[in-house]
């Protein structure tokens, strides 16, 4: 009985049939994954550069100071409505955020923030600490420009973002955290026309 019961054992042992099945079996997850991971990180790149190349067309056509009076639009609306209408190809332009400050010129971009006197030391303007309003909006600013679109000559920073949600649960908590979302910040600078 135990010399049947080897040699069976041992022909199992040899025999391959099914081998494929099991090493597939093993194998396919990780590769399945893995062609998961290329087809989404493939989408996001897709979606950053559409929204770079909506960013270019909208900036240049924002630098003009151009409005579409035929349809009645402001500047801000022509601006967004240029983006939106590059940029829908693969995103929902509704949640498309756009904020811009502006600046006199390039120097003004690097001389950070407002100047205020430091009465504690720490390194930080505290509320009721005094500062030098200097672009004149009437409160501190971390930045030296004023938020908007800017007059003639005027140097613009545009910062368009864009919430990506990942199709695939498993890699959008990998790569996009908890909300399964990466933000896709576009950032332009550009200097207004003397329109």
Aim: aromatic share 10%.
């Amino acid at each position: 009985m135990l010399g049947r019961y080897r040699t069976r054992c041992s022909r199992w042992r040899r025999d391959e049939d099914g081998a494929t099945a099991v090493e597939f079996a093993l194998i396919s997850p990780v590769l399945i994954f893995m062609m998961m991971g290329i087809v989404e990180l493939g989408l996001y790149l897709s979606a950053e550069s559409v929204l770079e190349h909506a960013s270019y067309t909208a900036t240049r056509l924002g630098r003009t100071g151009y409005t579409d009076k035929d349809n009645k639009l402001s500047r801000e609306q022509t601006i967004r409505a240029a983006l939106e209408g590059d940029a829908s190809v693969l995103i929902d332009p509704a949640r498309i955020q756009i904020s811009s400050r502006s600046y006199t010129d390039f120097d003004e971009m690097t001389a950070g923030p407002e100047p205020f006197i430091d009465a504690n030391g720490n390194g930080v303007r505290d509320d009721g600490e005094n500062y030098t309003d200097s672009n004149g909006n009437g409160e501190y600013d971390d930045n030296a420009g004023t938020a908007g679109y800017g007059g003639k000559k005027e140097v613009v920073v545009y910062t368009i973002t864009y919430p990506w949600k990942f199709f695939t649960p498993m890699i959008g908590s990998i790569l996009g955290g908890s909300d399964d979302t990466l933000d896709i910040t576009v950032h332009a600078v550009v200097k207004n026309e003397p329109f």
